[in-house]
T-cell receptor
Framework: EDQVTQSPEALRLQEGESSSLNCSYTVSGLRGLFWYRQDPGKGPEFLFTLYSAGEEKEKERLKATLTKKESFLHITAPKPEDSATYLCAVQAVVQGAQKLVFGQGTRLTINP | DSGVTQTPKHLITATGQRVTLRCSPRSGDLSVYWYQQSLDQGLQFLIQYYNGEERAKGNILERFSAQQFPDLHSELNLSSLELGDSALYFC??????????????FGSGTRLTVV
């Protein structure tokens, strides 16, 4: 069964303190790994898609990387507005149809 | 605004009741996905419709059902509600049957509270 595990569950950082969030996955044939950001009371917002080991994507202070078994979301010099829950998902096939399987998320808090 | 509209935003109802959640997908999107998000379960896939036809089922209870109408809006019906059904219900949409490189576009959700 396709599974996604994210760690840590929660992370508190000071403004400017860089860190990484982890997403490990087991899937029969990775077709795509997705990162989303979710703010309280809102729906997930798409950030990145990664398809193959070694691939990297960047957006402002965020950089996502992918290996054969896990993905990392690196946050460089974060600001308070980066506080959110970050969700990782893998593209899986169910009954011949593709869907996204999500991890539990990492709740990130950036203190000023 | 993501372009995916969900109504109502909040719903409070009693155990045993039935409710209907509504979703209008982003213009041009033919697929609609329903997800349930609770504190202990994360985002769980319920069901997918593509152009009016059921495409895939996930962990959807028999008490729950959904449909997609000719105008592509979708409704999720939850019946015989239990306290454990309290959660955020999200609708997402995409252009085709399969997941594309930009994933899904999510609505802002309906918060269901069963008392």
């Amino acid at each position: 069964e396709d599974q996604v595990t994210q760690s840590p569950e929660a992370l508190r950082l000071q403004e400017g303190e860089s860190s990484s969030l982890n997403c490990s996955y087991t899937v029969s044939g990775l077709r795509g790994l997705f990162w989303y950001r979710q703010d309280p009371g809102k729906g997930p917002e798409f950030l990145f898609t990664l398809y193959s080991a070694g691939e990297e994507k960047e957006k402002e202070r965020l950089k996502a990387t992918l290996t054969k078994k896990e993905s990392f979301l690196h946050i460089t010099a974060p600001k308070p507005e980066d506080s959110a829950t970050y969700l990782c998902a893998v593209q899986a096939v169910v009954q011949g149809a593709q869907k996204l399987v999500f991890g539990q998320g990492t709740r990130l808090t950036i203190n000023p | 605004d993501s372009g995916v509209t969900q109504t109502p935003k909040h719903l409070i109802t009693a155990t045993g009741q039935r409710v209907t959640l509504r979703c209008s997908p982003r213009s041009g999107d033919l697929s609609v996905y329903w997800y349930q998000q609770s504190l202990d379960q994360g985002l769980q896939f319920l069901i997918q419709y593509y152009n009016g036809e059921e495409r895939a089922k996930g962990n959807i209870l028999e008490r729950f059902s959904a449909q997609q109408f000719p105008d592509l809006h979708s409704e999720l019906n939850l019946s015989s509600l239990e306290l454990g059904d309290s959660a955020l219900y999200f609708c997402a949409s995409s252009v085709g049957r399969q997941v594309r490189k930009d994933g899904y576009t999510f609505g802002s959700g309906t918060r269901l509270t069963v008392v």
